[in-house]
């Protein structure tokens, strides 16, 4: 089993920057490929990035590429997620999950290869 515990989010204006953190506990953090989602009301789950167990393959989705940046502290267990120039549509709950697999860009995108989740972190952008 692996617990998974974002925090970081909040509320913030068009533009600025925020930076959410994963904490994880039970087994080997270093061991899963993580993953970062966002729900919007209304929406359904969709990928926002991904990075391998050691940090050095990274997956970014089309709509955050260029303004978010997925790291991980595989020494304190922690996954984060830097978001700058943050948009209105970024406003969505943020969830981090792990999955125990080989880094495959095939299977970062979708929820279903995750094996666990945290329970999310809200960020709302306001105009």
């Known amino acids: 089993q692996v617990q998974l515990v974002e925090s970081g989010g909040g509320l913030v204006q068009a533009g600025d920057s925020l930076r959410l953190s994963c904490a994880a506990s039970?087994?080997?953090?270093?061991?899963?490929?993580m993953g970062w989602f966002r729900q919007a009301p209304g929406k359904e789950r969709e990928f926002v990035a991904a990075i391998s167990w050691s940090g050095s393959s990274t997956y970014y989705a089309d709509s955050v590429k260029g303004r978010f940046t997925i790291s991980r502290d595989n020494a304190k267990n922690t996954l984060y997620l830097q978001m700058k120039s943050l948009k209105p549509e970024d406003t969505a709950d943020y969830y981090c999950?792990?999955?125990?697999?080989?880094?495959?860009?095939?299977?970062?995108?979708?929820?279903?290869?995750?094996?666990?989740w945290g329970q999310g972190t809200q960020v709302t952008v306001s105009s």
């Open positions: 039970g087994r080997i953090f270093s061991r899963y490929t």
């Open positions: 999950a792990a999955q125990g697999s080989i880094f495959n860009l095939k299977l970062v995108e979708t929820p279903r290869p995750y094996d666990y």
